[in-house]
Structures are given as structure tokens and as C-alpha cells.
Nanobody
Framework: QVQLVESGGGLVQAGGSLRLSCAAS????????VGWFRQAPGKERDFVGT????????WYADSVKGRFTISRDTAKNMVYLQMNSLKPEDTAIYYC??????????????WGQGTQVTVSS
């Protein structure tokens, strides 16, 4: 069984930074890619970015490319989302998710509970 727990959300002013953490447990997760996703009020859950299980490859949505960075500490089973130059439109609940063959939001098998990020203008 895989469990994911996000932390690090909060309120920040536009232009500021936050770092989200995702603590993963379960033997299988060490072999899975891990993704970050977000859901704004009234909208569908969207892909933000993913990192390969080795931590050597990352992919990002165009809306966050150049501002967000995903990293992974495989020894600690931790995945991080560093968010810089935050904008009000980044306001959402952020989730980490994982599973075999992770490509899009529909491929996620395991979800965390989410952490709220609010960016004020």
C-alpha cells in the first residue's frame, strides 16, 4: 500500500515562493514516477509536473515551466515542489499522486490529501 502526505502550503503574496513536500511510504513508490497536480475552485484537477522514479527526468505544464521545480530525495522517499514567482492564478489545492505508468491525472493510483496554496495579489 502506498500513502502520500503533502505539506508546506500556505498564503503567500504574488511573486513569492513556497516549497511543498510529499512524503511517500510503501515499497512500491520507490519505483514509480510521482506527480504534482492542482485543483482550483470550480475547475478540474490539472497536471503540474512529474518526476521519474530515478529523479533524473522531469516534465512540467507550460503554465509553470521556468517557475516550478520538482525534485526527489529517493533515500527519504520525499518529493518536493519548489514554486517561485507565484501568481494569483496558482491558487489551488495541490496534490501529489503516483502509480505505475504515470502520465496524466487519470493515471494516478494513489493520491495525497492535498495542501492549500493561496497567492494574494
Amino acid at each position: 500500500q502506498v500513502q502520500l502526505v503533502e505539506s508546506g502550503g500556505g498564503l503567500v503574496q504574488a511573486g513569492g515562493s513556497l516549497r511543498l513536500s510529499c512524503a511517500a511510504s510503501g515499497r512500491a513508490v520507490s519505483r514509480y514516477a510521482v506527480g504534482w497536480f492542482r485543483q482550483a475552485p470550480g475547475k478540474e484537477r490539472d497536471f503540474v509536473g512529474t518526476i521519474s522514479w530515478t529523479g533524473t527526468a522531469t516534465w512540467y505544464a507550460d503554465s509553470v515551466k521556468g517557475r516550478f521545480t520538482i525534485s526527489r530525495d529517493t533515500a527519504k522517499n520525499m518529493v518536493y515542489l519548489q514554486m517561485n514567482s507565484l501568481k494569483p492564478e496558482d491558487t489551488a489545492i495541490y496534490y501529489c499522486g503516483t502509480g505505475p505508468n504515470l502520465r496524466t491525472v487519470t493515471d494516478v493510483t494513489y493520491w495525497g490529501q492535498g495542501t492549500q496554496v493561496t497567492v494574494s495579489s
